[in-house]
């Protein structure tokens, strides 16, 4: 099971996080047994030492900057045909 | 018509309202009702006045006498002195040889002492834990080339926490008069057994909800049509609600400690507007944040929960929305999901707000190539404390940290 958190904080929201909470309905359903989304006060890459570009988006582990819905979804892609 | 007036005094808060219905095919009602508060002794003072007969004429006599009622009482005027002016200054009916209206004040002081002065109105009723408590009263005896109708009654008691004071024009007590239920009228008796049902039933009904019943009862025995002009006024002496809203992090860092601390402390609604601030809070106090995915249509980001807090919101996004609610007049709407909209029931409901205002900026909210122009946190909460004491009447507090 993968969780994919969407950074709900305001920077990220208004940087196009809020198109993401979309991506429910854009997922094929072979991931509905895999993955599971969630959202996420501020993640705290809007500032400081790990800045990194809105809005973003954690899948597992791994943070997707600047993240868009296919760019979350070809990383679900690249790490589910692993 | 409705009014609804609050202040603070001491150990509890006084929530009047008022309700209001001209008789039947009139055009404005004889009665006038007024509240005031004198801030700088924390005093309030409520007066009812019933002008003689009804439509403009009787308007204009309830409100030159509620009008000078309040203000000689607001200025300590001896309570003699302050009915002859009054009696002296109103016309007098040729036919009937009485010229005024009645008046009924109260004046409650910030210690907690009630003074009641009644003159001609249905008596006022007090009550205190299911109970209607006697007030005992004093005649006043004023100059006699004053011909009075009825005497003028001055009574005191000291409130306590969960009274409730009850008054109202005669279109109230003789409501129904003429019918078979009623042939003389509802009367003070019923009403007052009404009101003590009604309370016992509904310990926390608000003011407003009370004359709202009072009202309704009348036209009904009136077969919904006013026979006479009818006001309804509720006293509530009730414990203060309390809203502790908690936006933006600490100037200094040593002090996330004190401001979690101060928030899980706080007696009374828990309200974090920031997600950094949620993040501190949880952090310190080693609870987990939930954020809620179920509501994302509110071109807001969501709302989160986490134990012990009553609500979490975004930050000032959030307090934008609200505050423009705000100033368009908001009514609360306990159904929506919206979070500035819940964000705003809680300001309503509640009577005293301290607002901990975080000072830190957030940098990267200043980025001038943001798609939206992110105004300051602590502009924002200025403007919505400045909204809320001025048009919604609450007892704001702002802590900067
Ligand atoms: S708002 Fe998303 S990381 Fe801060």
Redo the contacts with the bound molecule.
Sequence with gaps: MTEITI?S????YIMGGADIFEIETKLSEMYNDKIRIKAST?????EGENKQN???VMVGNELIPDATIEKIINHLKRLYTR | MLKKMENNTGNFYIDVASIQKEKHANEICGDVFLTKKVSAEDRTIIVLSDGLGSGIKANILASVTASMAVNFTSMNAPLAHTAEIILSTLPVDRERKVGYSSFTIIDIEAGGTIHFVEYGNPEILYFRENETLELKKTPVTIKNRFRLKQPLFYSNCTGRRNDRIVVCSDGISQSGIGSRAYPFGWGIKNVNAYIRDEISRHPGISSFDLCRKLLANAIANDTFKAKDDITAGVVYLREARRLMVCSGPPYDENKDTMLARDLDRFAGTKIICG?TTANIIAREMHREICTNLSHTSFQLPPVSSMDNIDLITEGILTLGKAHRLLEEGFKPDLVSKDPAVMLCNHFLLHDEIVFVVGTKVNEAHQDPSLPVELEIRRNVIKKIARELEDNYLKTININYI
Excluded: A
């Design positions: 950074c904080g305001t920077l990220c501020c993640l705290g890459f809007c809105p809005p973003c | 997600g």
